[in-house]
């Protein structure tokens, strides 16, 4: 069974600053992998997804994230953070014909001015 | 755009009290999911529906059940709530009759057990 790891709670950054979010998952094959994000009292939003071929993919808000099949990892990255960042990021995995989406824990981002 | 509609918003029960919870989506999509968020656990899939007719359980469908009324409603109902059911609860949809689609989500029904 697929499962996702992230192994930061809680990030803090200041504006401006480079990101990493992490991401670990385990699956036999090559999954289909996602980041979301989720803004207070709001759904959760699509910010980017991995399928196949290039490896970096980019997203919206100037997101984008890399599989490394070596690392079972799918790492979250913005060269520069704005304040409106500030949100909760899920990664998510799911198997080649797979209904269902296994979600990481969550990692909540704290920008500073 | 509506999306995925959620209905209603925020709910306050006592224990024992049953309740559905509603969830539409106007994108013709073939799936649909009811998620439960509780801090730090992610969400979790309480069930599924991969199509019209047809529903599943997901990692922790007890103490709830679901109709699949039509293609674009999928309702989650609590028959006996229960404190541990104090949770925020997400509809999704996919149309996974195209492969590598991803999950819409609505804004979540914030529901509060007394």
């Known amino acids: 069974a697929q499962s996702v790891t992230q192994p930061d709670i809680h990030i803090t950054v200041s504006e401006g600053a480079s990101l990493e979010l992490r991401c670990n998952y385990s699956y036999g094959a090559t999954p289909y992998l996602f980041w979301y994000v989720q803004s207070p009292g709001q759904g959760l939003q699509l910010l980017l997804k991995?399928?196949?071929?290039?490896?970096l993919v980019q997203g919206i808000k100037g997101f984008e994230a890399e599989f490394k099949r070596s690392q079972s990892s799918f790492n979250l990255r913005k060269p520069s953070v704005h304040w409106s960042d500030a949100a909760e990021y899920f990664c998510?995995?799911?198997?080649?014909?797979?209904?269902?989406?296994?979600f990481g824990q969550g990692t909540r981002l704290t920008i500073n001015p | 755009n509506a999306g995925v509609t959620q209905t209603p918003k925020f709910q306050v029960l006592k224990t024992g009290q049953s309740m559905t919870l509603q969830c539409a989506q106007d994108m013709n999509h073939n799936s649909m999911y009811w998620y439960r968020q509780d801090p730090g656990m992610g969400l979790r899939l309480i069930y599924y529906?991969?199509?019209?007719?047809?529903?599943d359980k997901g990692e922790v469908p007890n103490g709830y059940n679901v109709s699949r009324l039509n293609k674009r409603e999928f309702s989650l109902r609590l028959e006996s709530a229960a404190p541990s059911q104090t949770s925020v609860y997400f509809c999704?949809?996919?149309?996974?009759?195209?492969?590598?689609?991803?999950?819409?989500f609505g804004d979540g029904t914030r529901l509060s057990i007394l």
């Open positions: 991995y399928f196949s071929g290039d490896t």
């Open positions: 529906s991969a199509s019209e007719g047809t529903t």
């Open positions: 999704a949809s996919s149309d996974t009759g195209i492969e590598n689609q991803p999950q819409h």
């Open positions: 998510a995995v799911r198997g080649q014909g797979a209904q269902k989406l296994v």
